[in-house]
């Protein structure tokens, strides 16, 4: 199993600029989630999904957009990239029956954004 | 006031050290409780869950207390393997984790 893949690993992008953030798992999670993590601030949930066809919001949603069509498969969408979005966004999937405990979640190798 | 709070450290220890972090959580509602490491420039990856009796890990050992909304870690014998970011974890929900900054710990022959 590849686990959670993410692409690409490193992205620079213009303010205004959009552009989709990929992320895959292959071990049939049914929850999967973004977060982002800035120095000195921790990791921030941005969307989550618990299953295709659902998502919702997190701490931090605003300027993102998020699909889960399929259950391998969650991209995140910057609509008109800011400076204020350069960050280290993490896709992480989980193990996890709706309304039972969340298990152990799982995190790709991240993506380095960063927008001028 | 953020939801889980962690001293950032730097923890600088030497080799066979035993080291100590702390967490506290703002939300006595909170279900679940872990803790993750984080290598730097990689992706945080679950050490060990946290349970109300206590739990240990060969040289980890993580408490839980309840009343007090704290949650410890404990590492015995260090390795300079250890060297990394420890990340206390809470969830309410259980569908969204509530992340800690971090504590740094560097381990030194």
């Known amino acids: 199993n590849a686990g959670v893949t993410q692409t690409p690993k490193f992205q620079v992008l213009k303010t205004g600029q959009s552009m989709t953030l990929q992320c895959a798992q292959d071990m049939n999670h049914e929850y999967m989630s973004w977060y982002r993590q800035d120095p000195g601030m921790g990791l921030r949930l941005i969307h989550y999904?618990?299953?295709?066809?659902?998502?919702d919001q997190g701490e931090v949603p605003n300027g993102y957009n998020v699909s889960r069509s399929t259950t391998e498969d969650f991209p995140l969408r910057l609509l008109s990239a800011a400076p204020s979005q350069t960050s280290v966004y993490f896709c992480a999937s989980s193990y996890s029956k709706v309304g039972a405990r969340l298990n152990e979640q799982f995190f790709g190798p991240g993506t380095r954004l960063t927008v001028l | 006031r953020k939801e889980v709070e962690q001293d950032p450290g730097p923890f600088n220890v030497p080799e066979g050290a035993t080291v100590a972090f702390n967490c506290t959580y703002s939300?006595?509602?909170?279900?679940?409780f872990f803790w993750y490491r984080q290598d730097c420039r990689k992706e945080p990856k679950l050490l060990m869950s946290?349970?109300?009796s206590g739990n240990e890990d060969g040289r980890f050992t993580a408490q839980l207390n309840r009343a007090s909304q704290y949650i410890s870690l404990l590492i015995r014998d260090s390795k300079l393997s250890d060297s990394a970011t420890y990340l206390c974890v809470v969830t309410l929900s259980g569908y969204a984790l509530n992340f800690g900054k971090g504590t740094s710990l560097l381990v030194t022959p």
């Open positions: 999904s618990v299953g295709a066809g659902i998502t």
């Open positions: 946290v349970y109300s």
């Open positions: 939300n006595s509602a909170s279900q679940s």
